[in-house]
């Protein structure tokens, strides 16, 4: 017999998630037939394997999304334009058990007896189930509503009854069934005649509409662990250094949530000062900043990070600092200071690189360098 809606209705409405819906296990293979076809996934080479919950899961019978509203959650207003507004809400945890309401629902779960797997392309399922519909920026939003949610997916293998879960301006979670259930859907596109997240991307990385390049969206590259970040891509994070918001923030269909007044942060939140973080210590950043830089365990990529933007930001009072990173213990943390100071292009700028050059062993780095140097002479 299938478990019943109502049962299901209890979890969500306790987690605290806005939506829910139960689904057939259905294989996502249209999904995986783009995944596939698209050129810049590479660098995600599990992600096709997420589409047939079956094989993610001996016996899956059904798919449960649930919508996470991040829109009015508190968040440290100084990490507004640097840090995307779905990490500053902590609403992206690498496991959906690290998330209170993820965890919940697990427990709930592991209750039941039931087996479950979160491999699952969960915008996707979310689509499929009707909670969100697709916009040009990829992004899913809530019917006659905005994108700033975040979906969390399983398979289970028990059967549900379909259906789905509305919370209600009074709170209550309202549940009506899922009739006529098909994947894929119809795919309608509701923009009409607007480009402008097309447009307004800093990167270039929305190609055309419903079409990114993963390589060059700033998302992706914020989070690089232990490497560079591409030359071409550093001036357009403009003092981004974790995630990025600006096609959902230029999207007309985001404007109401948007301009509602912001909650105040709670007190004791941190200051996302850029050269706070250029310099930040083991320590620190595992007691006060881990927690927004989830995929990120190391400091030195958000120093890294912080290093582009206080060079993008290209206020004169950071030159000293940036000198001082020419000499930093960590050969990319140098090697981006080389770039910030590239942009300035003032003789004290040149000076420090060229003392850097001179001293420094790293081949890495000396290319950094000389190239910094090379701008600097172009600038002038
Ligand atoms: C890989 C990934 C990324 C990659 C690639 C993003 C991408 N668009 O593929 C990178 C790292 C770049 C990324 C960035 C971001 N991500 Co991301 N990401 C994922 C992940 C793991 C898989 C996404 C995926 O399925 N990609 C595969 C591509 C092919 O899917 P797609 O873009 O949806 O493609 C569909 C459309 O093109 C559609 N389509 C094609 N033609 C047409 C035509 C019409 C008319 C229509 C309607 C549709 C349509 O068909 C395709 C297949 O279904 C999910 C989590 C998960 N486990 O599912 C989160 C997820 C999608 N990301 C999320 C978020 C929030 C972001 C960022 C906003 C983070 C940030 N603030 O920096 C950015 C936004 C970038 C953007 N504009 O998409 C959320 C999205 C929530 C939402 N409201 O949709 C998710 C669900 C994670 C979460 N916490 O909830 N992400
Ligand atoms: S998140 Fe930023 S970089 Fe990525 S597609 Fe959107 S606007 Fe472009
Ligand atoms: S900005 Fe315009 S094109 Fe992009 S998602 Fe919003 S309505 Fe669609």
């Given amino acids: 017999m299938a478990f019943s809606l109502e049962q299901l209705r209890r979890a969500i409405s306790k987690a605290g998630f806005l939506a829910a819906a139960a689904m057939p296990a259905v294989e996502f293979s249209d999904w995986r ?12 080479p599990s992600l096709p394997s997420r589409a047939d919950p079956r094989a993610s899961l001996a016996g899956a019978r059904s798919v449960i999304v649930a919508v996470w509203d991040y829109s009015t959650i508190p968040t440290p207003r100084s990490g507004r334009g640097k840090v995307a507004r779905l990490y ?11 998330h209170p309401a993820g965890r919940l629902m697990e427990q709930f779960f592991k209750s039941r007896g039931w087996k479950f797997t979160a491999a699952l392309p969960r915008r996707e399922a979310a689509v499929a189930a009707g909670l969100v519909q697709q916009r040009r920026n990829c992004l899913g939003y809530l019917p006659a509503g905005h994108s700033f949610v975040s979906l969390f997916a399983w398979a289970v293998d028990a059967e549900i009854e379909p259906g789905r879960l509305l919370r209600q301006d009074t709170g209550a979670v309202r549940a009506t069934p899922l009739t006529g259930f098909v994947y894929p859907g119809a795919r309608h596109d509701p923009c009409g005649g607007c480009r402008l997240c097309i447009d307004r991307c800093p990167t270039g990385a929305l190609a055309s509409p419903y079409v990114l390049d993963p390589c060059r969206c700033i998302d992706r590259n914020t989070w690089r662990a232990g490497e560079s970040l591409p030359r071409s891509l550093r001036s357009d994070l403009g003092t981004r250094i974790y995630g990025c918001d600006v096609c959902q923030e230029v999207c007309p269909f985001n404007r109401r949530v948007l301009s509602a007044a912001p909650a105040s942060a709670p007190p004791g939140e ?15 950043y595992h007691a006060v900043w881990a927690k927004y830089f989830v995929y990120n365990p190391d400091r030195n990529d958000i120093r890294r990070n912080a290093v ?6 290209a206020d004169p009072t950071s030159l000293p600092l940036l000198g001082n990173l020419l000499s930093d213990e960590v050969p990319v943390v140098r090697g981006h200071a080389a770039w910030a100071l590239g942009r300035f292009a003032t003789p004290a700028a040149k000076q420090a690189l060229e003392a850097a050059l001179a001293r420094e062993s790293e081949p890495a780095v000396r290319e950094e360098i000389a190239a910094a140097l090379d701008d600097c002479a172009e600038r002038a």
């Fill in 308 to 313: 582009v933007a206080i060079g993008n930001a």
């Fill in 33 to 44: 037939q783009v995944v596939l076809s698209r050129p810049g996934y590479e660098d995600f």
């Fill in 88 to 98: 500053l809400s902590r609403s992206d945890p690498p496991e959906q058990g690290d």
């Fill in 270 to 284: 941190p200051d996302f000062d850029l050269a706070r973080l250029a310099t930040v210590g083991d320590e620190e």
